[in-house]
């Protein structure tokens, strides 16, 4: 059975070729641009990695990180930024998210983390 992924990004190019990419390499993907539309995804259905983006609208990526573990405490979340020293990708690791992956992305970290 394929890992599931799910992504939380506004920016629509960003979605689309993490999607693109990952489905491509045989894993099974859901990606979202709403934060909400996201979360509810998690409380629906379980994923083996998350990608939370930082600079979102309405929530940020420590808000949506606190709210997808308070539903699943053993989520495997990882930040994505453009901008690592963001001080809201720190407050995301510090809320238990358990790494950063830099815009533009290292698709060789998340493959790192599907294997974990």
């Known amino acids: 059975?394929?890992?599931?992924?799910l992504i939380i990004d506004d920016e629509a190019p960003?979605?689309?070729?993490?999607?693109?990419?990952l489905s491509d390499m045989g894993y099974e993907v859901v990606a979202h641009a709403d934060a909400d539309e996201g979360i509810q995804a998690a409380?629906?259905?379980r994923f083996d990695l998350m990608l939370v983006d930082v600079r979102m609208p309405h929530k940020n990526g420590a808000a949506v990180t606190r709210a997808l573990?308070?539903?699943t405490p053993e989520a495997y979340i990882l930040i994505?930024?453009?901008?690592?020293g963001d001080p809201v990708a720190a407050e995301a690791m510090q809320a238990g998210a358990r790494g950063i992956i830099k815009k533009p992305f290292?698709?060789?970290k998340i493959l790192d983390a599907l294997r974990e």
């Not at 994505?80 to 690592?84: D, N, R, V, Y």
């Open 80 to 84: 994505i930024t453009a901008f690592p």
């Open 14 to 21: 960003i979605l689309e070729a993490v999607q693109m990419i």
């Open 1 to 5: 059975m394929a890992k599931r992924i």
């Open 106 to 108: 290292e698709i060789a």
């Open 43 to 45: 409380r629906q259905q």
């Open 69 to 71: 573990l308070q539903d």
